[in-house]
């Protein structure tokens, strides 16, 4: 009983074996073939980098003091003019106290400039005789002048506004740009450092132009020489990997940069952010610029293509049961994976 079902078994396993090398035999027999496809086909030059604002612009204050107030919030769009924030400066009891003398001089001042003017004095109208009434009442015009600017300085100093010929003068930060508020460095009651020849001062508020952002990255040197202005592009953020935003090549760098050993150079696109999205300075992104592109091509894997001598062959089924032919073909387009066949099919 033993001996016959180890027979059985050697007889099976030598059914299987050969089974096995007859199947494979007819595989390696038979010619595989590929069918040519009719579709599109593009190439695109990978650039990696962030999505910036197109120009930060940090807004700093020409006098030294502390933040009293601030108008603003994070994100909000301003435009030029608008007040962002105040710096006041740290009044002293002695600024005080040389403001409320100056404007007593003046005062002092202007009642002498008028006795003169008037000539109820030997000394004033002897200036009028000699000098003529013009200037004596150009004198008596310049001390009231001095005197208000002296009324107006201490009211500064005192109250943070004054109105000097119909225009306010006061201590308010006005934005320069116009722009969305991307940070605000300073906190009511801080102290500001002015912004003057010895140095840039204290950063108040920081605006951006978040509505026309730009992409900024690098491209490897072997994709730069097939880059022109104006080339069409696809820019991912890695915030939103499931949103493509339109883009525009603006610049190419002239010089290359060494990034991880490589050669780089930094390019810079114009991104179209759709209506509702908001966005922020600072994002990841990957820009893919369109080279080129075929529509309603034939195309191969590419690698059916066998190229020798500067032509292209491919193999192509022959009639019935015959051998397969080499026949020349004219390729164009390639993204590596796929080609163009543009003649010879």
């Known amino acids: 009983m033993r001996n016959a079902l180890v027979l059985l078994l050697v007889v099976l396993s ?5 089974a096995l090398l007859r199947s494979s035999s007819d595989d390696e027999g038979g010619a595989k073939t590929v069918s040519v496809e009719r579709g599109g086909l593009s190439v ?6 962030k999505v910036e604002a197109a120009y930060e612009v940090p807004v700093k204050s020409t006098t030294g003091g502390v933040l009293t107030r601030r108008f603003v919030a994070l994100g909000q769009l301003v435009a030029k003019g608008d007040p962002l924030c105040e710096v006041r400066p740290v009044l002293t009891d002695q600024q005080k106290l040389q403001a409320e003398r100056a404007l007593l001089g003046a005062t002092e001042a202007e009642e002498g400039a008028m006795e003169l003017s008037s000539g109820e004095t030997i000394a004033g109208a002897t200036m009028r005789f000699f000098q003529g009434v013009k200037s004596a009442e150009r004198l008596a015009t310049g001390a009231e002048r001095a005197r208000s600017d002296a009324e107006k300085q201490l009211e500064l100093l005192l109250n943070g506004s004054a109105e000097i010929d119909g225009m306010t003068i006061d201590y308010i930060i006005r934005a ?10 300073l906190e009511v009651g801080e102290p500001v450092v002015p912004s003057s020849s010895f140095g840039s001062g204290t ?3 920081v605006l951006a132009d978040l509505d026309h952002p730009i992409f900024r990255g690098t491209i490897d040197e072997i994709e730069v020489g097939r880059l022109r202005e ?5 820019v991912t953020i890695g915030a939103r990997p499931d949103l493509a935003l339109e883009a525009t090549l ?22 179209e952010p759709p209506e509702g999205l908001v966005m922020r300075s600072g994002y990841s992104a990957v820009a893919r610029i369109r080279i080129d592109e075929v529509t309603d091509a034939l195309l ?8 020798r001598e500067g032509s292209a062959f491919v193999l192509i089924p022959g009639d019935g049961d015959g051998e397969p032919r080499e026949v020349e073909v004219q390729v164009g387009l390639s993204d590596s994976l796929r080609i163009e066949i543009r003649d010879g099919l």
């Open 14 to 18: 030598v059914g299987i074996a050969f």
């Open 44 to 49: 695109d030059a990978v650039a990696v980098g």
């Open 176 to 185: 320069p740009i116009d722009g969305r508020v991307i940070a605000l460095d």
């Open 203 to 205: 950063d108040l508020v």
């Open 230 to 234: 104006g080339m069409g592009a696809k």
């Open 250 to 271: 603006k610049e190419i760098s002239l010089k290359a940069e060494t990034q991880n050993n490589a050669v780089v150079f930094p390019v810079e696109l114009t991104v």
């Open 300 to 307: 191969l894997p590419e690698r059916v293509v066998e190229f």
